[in-house]
């Protein structure tokens, strides 16, 4: 069964070179685990997915202009985390499980690797 993801969540992109985080925003004030809890529209770099050190991919223009050496990580994520919750709603939107992903303009897949909550669990 899969975790309800809220604020503090470790996330890990398949091309950076560290782990970075989510930061949920209480727009849709629901909590889990006393925290604020994810949906799938919380995908818009820098303000929920922050960055994940250097990007080491040679479709990141940066990365191909400086001849494959890693540059700084600025995910590009256009479309939300999938697939989400098919039956727990966040506001509006379904609620972003533990085992959704997030793909990035450049190729990365972004991943949960904690939820930052270990109490709730989403169907």
Known sequence: MAQQVCTGATLMCSFGT???QLVVTPENRVGAGGLPAANIAD???LKNVLPFGLCTTPSNPQVSAALGAPQPCIPVTAQPWIPGSPTVRVGP???LQSSCQLIC???GIITVQQP???TVNTA
């Open 105 to 107: 303009q450049w190729g």
């Open 116 to 118: 930052g909550q270990l």
């Open 93 to 95: 939107q379904p609620a």
């Open 18 to 20: 560290v782990p970075g």
């Open 43 to 45: 995908h818009i770099p």
